[in-house]
């Protein structure tokens, strides 16, 4: 089996290995049950237009991921798996389109296209969220289409290039917002600096560029503008002003301070930023002379900056950045061979190898013990992990050198690990089906059921609930169940009560029932 097979091919079932994950765990609460939440009223309500949580306008997110898991819905019925899958789908989406774009960089590298997509499966970022049931490897796609786009334009027909920009545009605009400017503008702006001398900018590119932008809106205005109509004043200046304002200019929530994605850098970049023999690469690489590499500099460095200046971050919002970042390691580690010291070449499965280590200790760590999840930890995880390490290592020593795609296949084969691992470990933290079901039981059998505080949908479609949950605030609790003397509240509090009709971990948190008598007794904790 030559070298190259395994790149071209291998990938599929390293994709596979990651999606197979889905099934050792339940949905994450909140936002993968969230998520489940809003498609599954937009279903029952048979309202395609606006998306709808517990009884409410749900204007944080446009449609076209709900519209995906209703697709699935419409040929195979109601499921879980399909809107699960529609996640790991758009991520090797993700892996094929990375390909496709460093062969359009680089067409007479074609070993950079190879490994591109292997790099970027085992970004550790990406690897962790590739299987998720959130908007960011669709993002991903749409982000990967306007680059695509752009060296269509530059290198082969502007028609078809400024054609599939202002497609992403509007798929990025239905998927996350006008956050997806953040991601395209700047690198086609700068064509100036990236494109010459090999490919002089001339004002018709910015002519196009304009073009393509307001074909991207008019796509997304098809969508908006009737759905601002059919939800009412607040839901139209939800989605036509603030998702602008919000999702570019950012918001107070998740704030924190501009240099935070860099302290989480070489986490998310691992292992491929702790291979030394990339940096050594780096050292020749010629940016001046390829226009590839100053083509994914430019998308991965502007990119960072705007996302760094803007107040509200999640380590999930790099994602779609990530294909910049694998395109320019493949690229790197595509270079003429020289010698490496085989200390060098361990590293990685050295680093891999302390991780595991570092896992196995978790339940001894000072400051870590405390957590829920860590006190069921077992060192099986770890030297699981460690085992992955030392059999990279005994490769490494065995050929003299390390390769990607060995690389790879270690890295993943440890996260799939740690998925099993850690929701083994978890239990019901992460497992809202048993209080969904009991929530289902009670509305079936009409009985009075309230939630105190601030409700994400977190038991909707899990529990297949057909009418909204009430809402309370704290201080109405006593009222509520005065006026409900055989109804149940639930609480999602961070001290576990002494005495409830149900209780289970939530994360770090406690979600439990308590009886009417039971709140107006003893409070609610």
């Known amino acids: ?217 008019a796509i997304a205005l098809a969508w908006a503008l009737p759905a601002a109509a059919a939800g009412g004043k607040e839901y139209a200046n939800a989605i036509l002003w603030h998702q602008t304002a919000d999702r570019t200019l950012g918001t107070k929530i998740h704030a924190r301070p501009f240099p935070w994605y860099l302290y989480f850098l070489p986490l998310a970049t691992f292992p491929w930023i702790a ?23 430019t998308w991965f460095l502007t990119s960072l900056l705007l996302f760094s200046l803007l107040p509200s971050k999640q380590l999930h919002y790099l994602l779609p950045i990530l294909p910049a970042f694998a395109l320019i390691c493949a690229r790197l580690l595509d270079r003429p061979q020289h010698q490496y010291g085989l200390s060098a070449e361990l590293v990685p499965a050295l680093l891999i190898g302390l991780t595991g280590l570092f896992l196995a200790a978790l339940p001894r760590m000072p400051g870590l013990a405390k957590l829920n999840w860590v006190k069921q930890v077992e060192p099986y995880w770890g030297l699981s992990v460690t085992a992955i390490a030392v059999i990279l290592a005994a490769f490494v020593l065995y050929t003299r050198r390390l390769s990607v795609y060995a690389l790879s296949s270690a890295v993943v084969a440890a996260i799939f690990i740690g998925f099993i691992f850690f929701f083994q470990y978890v239990g019901l933290q992460y497992n809202l089906r048993p209080a969904a079901a009991m929530l289902k039981q009670f509305n079936d059998q009409q009985i009075p059921t309230a939630f105190v505080g601030d409700y994400q949908g977190q038991l909707h ?65």
């Open 1 to 217: 089996m030559s070298k190259e097979f395994v790149y071209r091919w291998g990938i599929f079932p390293l994709w596979l290995l990651l999606t197979t994950t889905i099934f050792f765990r339940n949905p994450i609460p909140i936002d993968e049950t969230r998520y489940l939440s809003v498609a599954w009223e937009m279903w029952l309500r048979g309202d395609f237009l606006v998306p709808y949580l517990n009884g409410h306008t749900y204007s944080h997110k446009p449609p076209l991921l709900f519209w995906l898991f209703e697709s699935g819905w419409a040929i195979f019925g109601i499921n879980e798996w399909w809107p699960r899958l529609v996640g790991p789908l758009c991520a090797l989406l993700n892996l094929l389109l990375t390909r496709l774009l460093a062969a359009m960089l680089w067409p007479e590298q074609p070993r950079t296209a190879l490994k591109a997509p292997w790099i970027l499966a085992a970004t550790l970022l990406w690897t962790l969220f590739a299987s998720a049931t959130m908007f960011d490897t669709l993002l991903t796609c749409c982000v990967l289409l306007s680059m695509l786009g752009l060296i269509e334009a530059l290198k082969v027909n502007p028609l078809k290039g400024w054609g599939l920009f202002s497609l992403a545009i509007g798929l990025g605009l239905l998927t996350k917002g006008p956050v997806i400017f953040l991601h395209l503008l700047p690198t086609a702006l700068l064509a100036l600096i990236w494109a010459k001398p090999g490919y002089p900018i001339n004002k018709s590119w910015f002519a196009f560029l304009g073009l393509a932008l307001l074909a991207g809106c």
């Open 275 to 297: 291979w030394p023999r990339l940096w050594q690469n780096l050292k020749r690489a010629g940016i001046s002379g390829d226009l590839g590499l100053r083509f994914c500099l």
């Open 461 to 525: 479609f899990l529990g297949r609930l057909t009418q909204p949950l009430e809402v309370i605030e704290r201080e109405q609790t006593a009222d509520w169940a005065g006026r409900h003397p055989n109804g149940y509240l639930i609480f999602l509090e961070k001290t576990k009560p002494r005495q409830a009709y149900y209780i289970q971990p939530h994360r770090e948190y406690w979600l439990f029932f308590k009886t009417a008598a039971e709140a107006l007794a003893s409070g609610p904790a």
